[in-house]
């Protein structure tokens, strides 16, 4: 008994090539999106030149971690405390002081554990000397 062995490789090729190509492109990525990071901004006390900033992103290659990143831009060397919340529940806290020769005062960098659904994360931090208080936060879903 012959069989043609030919047409059935050529269409199981045809077919999983197809199948192939159906697949979305982010079947293939690293599983962010372009809404991965998240940032806020607050201008901190009216009539200075300090501002704050808060960024959240997925750790690379693990979603189940986030990264969060506060900084503070500031034209003195006070010290400022410092505290990191995740839903509520205080993650992190310190004491940094700022330098006048850089143009960062200083940042904080964390990694906190990305639950399910929408993390609320907020970065207050209040100068120790002016009172003056810088509060940014992120919703991260």
Known sequence: MF??????????LVLGAAALLAVPSAAWSDGGTAQDVQIDRD????GTST???LKVSTSENNN??????GTI?????????WKLKHNGEL?????????????????????MLNGYGTDDIVF???NSRTGEVCR???DYS
């Open 73 to 81: 831009w500031s034209d003195d060397s006070d010290s400022w405390d």
């Open 136 to 138: 940014t936060y992120v």
């Open 91 to 111: 993650s992190d806290s310190g004491s940094s002081r700022g330098s006048e020769d850089t143009d960062i005062s200083f940042r904080v960098n964390s990694t």
């Open 64 to 69: 189940l971690r986030l990264t969060v990143v």
């Open 3 to 12: 069989v043609q062995r030919g047409p059935a490789i050529v269409l199981s």
């Open 51 to 53: 501002r704050a900033k």
């Open 124 to 126: 207050r931090a209040e």
């Open 43 to 46: 201008p901190c006390g009216a």
